[in-house]
């Protein structure tokens, strides 16, 4: 199938073929080029596999690069993708900034493109055709009013927090930082006291926790706010190391909503999960017809999201896919 594929693209490349899809393409003929920005979680696994699954189900022929967490290799694939002349660009940016030599490529080449999950900046305008995703201050929103429901009648009068941040220069840490500090400002006893860089990284997180309570202590430490579950595995690790007791000695609020979480929710190992919904295959699929069609697409296309903890019923909880 893979040959058939690379020589339906050479065809195409040496017979060249209109710039950007037309209403009448039949599903089958057209060419999705999909370049994912890494493989580093269940979460972003699962994502790809919702996008491509959707694609699949409409018909497209799917050309999907991972970016190994490397936008220079990202940028690689992307042209790759305007080479082969593809009709739709979809990629989901590894950071927010550096984009725009690319995206106007495509846009010389009459390629659209459609960004998922993470956002960008560009300086120019109009250089893609939407955004898909969640909203990433909403998220933090919600990790923060978990903290100040839980500790409104704390008689405690300092609530100290330390952050596990996402990787650095993504809207999605940049906008979960955001978002939470916003909501636990309302209560001038909560405090982030300390912010560590974990990249969504199981591995890079566990080690950077295990450095900080090594040289600060963990006993002034109320809550942790982590940015991904795969941060806060690596974390869960260190605190049974270290016999603090996950969920009790420490408040645990973390993001993604993978199903080994919610096992530690029901455990009571952690606090609150705030989910990130990574299917976002169908929002994909439907954007991409409507566009062929004709039809106006929205500049920003939010996917709905909520949000499990210990103050709810935990076994109405859905089966989580990743
Ligand atoms: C959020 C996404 C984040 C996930 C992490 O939409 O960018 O990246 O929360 C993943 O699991 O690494």
Redesign the pocket.
Known sequence: MKYLLHLFLLLLVVGGCANGPDAEAEPENIVVGFSQS?T??N??KRHTESIIEEMNKEGYEVLYRNGFMNQDRQIQDMRTFIAYKVDMIVF?PIVEDGWDAVLLEAKDAGIPVIVV??HIRTAEENLYLTHI??S?KAEGNRAGLYITNHFQNSSQTSIRILEMR??AK?S?ANFRSEGFTEVISRDSRIAIVASLEGD?IRSKAKDVFRNYIEENGWIDIDVLYS????MTLGILEVMKESGIVAGQDIIIVT??GQAEMIENLRAGKVNCVVE?NPNAGWYVRNTIKRYLKGNPIPNEIYMPETVFSDKGNLESIPPREY
């Open positions: 890494g580093e979680s979460w972003r989901t999950d993470r995703g969640p990433f996402g990787l993504t999605s969504y940015h991904n579950d795969e993001i993604d990130c």
